[in-house]
């Protein structure tokens, strides 16, 4: 079916260490994927994007990293910060005529000092 | 630059009662989405216009109508609300479709029915 995943619900870390948020998606059709930052009462913020002919993705310490042999898609985040502290989510665009966004169920990712 | 403005951001209703979420953005963007939140959960596309003067159903239209009133503007009418309706709602918008540019998003509004 039609869905978006992802490995682990909560992941903690200290600051400083990397993070990597990991997301399994199903539709092989899929040809874009984006991972978002909800901090707590807020809306879902844009992090980085990737499009299927592309591996890797780099912005500022963060890195997106495509597979499309395993259909899986993971987030990293260097040097994590507190302020990192968010849900994640991670979606992709079916490409089913109009391109919507199917997102996953997020990932918590708490950074303790 | 306010990007997208949603209102109000916290409504309780009674079951059986209708209201109608706002959401207005200022980007100049074609397209407009509904999703709800719901705990634990992501986010699932209710309705989306693609473009001024037309919409569409999403993942999970039922109990919902949207009005795309203009380019700048998007609601969401409940028109007999449900306590299944309780949820956090988000409006955003993007260029063109979803999967062509990024969607930003307003800050929700976390509706209760009881």
């Known amino acids: 079916g039609e869905s978006v995943g992802l490995h682990l619900p909560t992941l903690s870390v200290q600051e400083g260490d990397n993070s990597i948020i990991n997301c399994a998606y199903s539709n092989s059709a899929s040809d874009y994927f984006i991972w978002y930052k909800q901090e707590s009462g807020k809306g879902p913020q844009f992090i980085i994007d990737?499009?299927?002919?592309?591996d890797k993705r780099q912005g500022q310490r963060v890195t997106v990293l495509l597979n499309k042999t395993v259909k899986h898609l993971s987030l990293q985040i260097a040097a994590t910060q507190p302020g990192d502290s968010a849900v994640y989510f991670c979606a992709e665009n079916l490409n089913t005529g109009f391109q919507k966004l199917v997102f996953g169920t997020g990932t918590r990712l708490l950074v303790s000092p | 630059n306010a990007g997208v403005t949603q209102t109000p951001k916290f409504q309780v209703l009674k079951t059986g009662q209708s209201m109608t979420l706002q959401c207005a953005q200022d980007m100049n963007h074609n397209s407009m989405y509904w999703y709800r939140q719901d705990p634990g959960m992501g986010l699932r596309l209710i309705y989306y216009s693609a473009s001024e003067g037309t919409t569409d159903k999403g993942e999970v239209p039922n109990g919902y109508n949207v009005s795309r009133l203009n380019k700048r503007e998007f609601s969401l009418r409940l028109e007999s609300a449900a306590p299944s309706q309780t949820s956090v709602y988000f409006c955003a918008s993007s260029i063109t479709g979803a999967g062509e540019t990024e969607a930003f998003f307003g800050q929700g509004t976390r509706l209760t029915v009881v």
């Open positions: 990737i499009r299927s002919n592309m």
